[in-house]
Every structure is written in structure tokens, then in C-alpha cells.
Nanobody, 128 residues
């Protein structure tokens, strides 16, 4: 059984930082593509950042470039999202996702339907 458990969310002032963690079990993240998505109230889930199956490629949404960094620690089987210079518009529930299907690209998957497993989400609230 695959489980992804996010943690690290909370309330932070604009300009602050948070580090989200996604602890995986039942799946080895070092050999699977991972992604972070977010969903704000009344909005669709959107891509935030992703890392390729090999770990050699990362990609960010335009809104998070230069501020958010995705990484993974293979020894801990955990993915991370470092978020700096947070803005009120970053407020959302953040989800990590993992892909187990056979790869169709060596790059990063930006579509939610490319992923097979999802965590329960962690709330991030940025106050102005």
C-alpha cells in the first residue's frame, strides 16, 4: 500500500519561508517522478514543482520560479518543497504526488493526471 504523508505546513507572514515534507511508503521515490501541487479555495488544483524519475530534472510553475525548490532525500524516501519569499497568493492546500506508471518522458510531469498517488495535503497560509 502506497502512502504519501505531507507535513510542514502552517501560518507564515509574507516574505517568510516554509519547508514541506512528503514521506513516502510503499513506493521508492528515487525511481519515480514526484510532484507538488496546490489548490486554493474555489480554484483548480495547479502544478507547483516537479522532479523527474531520474532526479536529473526539476521544473517549476512560473509563479514559483526563483522562490520554491523541489528536492528529494533518497535515504529517507522523502521529497521536499522549500518555499521562500512566500506571498499571500501562495495560500492553499499543498499536495505531493508520485507516479508509478511506466515513464513516457525523461522530464517532469506537470499534469495532475500523470500521477498515480496523492497525499492528504497540508495547509499553507500566508498572511499579508
Amino acid at each position: 500500500q502506497v502512502q504519501l504523508v505531507e507535513s510542514g505546513g502552517g501560518l507564515v507572514q509574507a516574505g517568510g519561508s516554509l519547508r514541506l515534507s512528503c514521506a513516502a511508503s510503499g513506493i521508492t521515490i528515487s525511481t519515480n517522478a514526484m510532484g507538488w501541487f496546490r489548490q486554493a479555495p474555489g480554484k483548480e488544483r495547479e502544478f507547483v514543482a516537479g522532479i523527474s524519475q531520474s532526479g536529473g530534472y526539476t521544473s517549476n510553475a512560473d509563479s514559483t520560479k526563483g522562490r520554491f525548490t523541489i528536492s528529494r532525500d533518497n535515504t529517507k524516501n522523502t521529497a521536499f518543497l522549500q518555499m521562500n519569499s512566500l506571498k499571500p497568493e501562495d495560500t492553499a492546500v499543498y499536495y505531493c504526488a508520485a507516479r508509478r506508471r511506466s515513464p513516457v518522458t525523461a522530464g517532469v510531469y506537470r499534469a495532475a493526471n500523470a500521477y498515480d498517488y496523492w497525499g492528504q495535503g497540508t495547509q499553507v497560509t500566508v498572511s499579508s
